[in-house]
């Protein structure tokens, strides 16, 4: 059981890795999108728009699993225990 806790511990930080590091991919694109550029044409514009939306929707989706993860730990006696020695 403490194997399965430590895992579920181990996944909670990825996840919480890959969202910080989405919103930091959206956040770069979003201010690219309002930085006045040479992309001029409206695809371009559309297309940067969906990528930050994209990035910042992930960021979003990845904290959820995280913060699931980190309740499923609160909720085991061995989960507490991991959390609380880490």
Do not use: H, W
């Amino acid at each position: 059981m403490m194997n399965e806790a430590k895992n579920l511990y181990q996944k909670m930080v990825d996840f919480k890795r890959f969202a910080i590091t989405m919103l930091a991919v959206g956040s770069f694109f979003y201010i690219g999108l309002i930085i006045p550029d040479t992309a001029n044409t409206v695809s371009d514009l559309y297309l940067m728009a969906g990528s930050s939306s994209a990035f910042l929707i992930g960021s979003i989706l990845f904290f959820i699993l995280s913060r699931r993860c980190r309740t499923k730990l609160n909720e085991t006696d061995e989960g507490q225990e991991y959390l609380m020695r880490k």
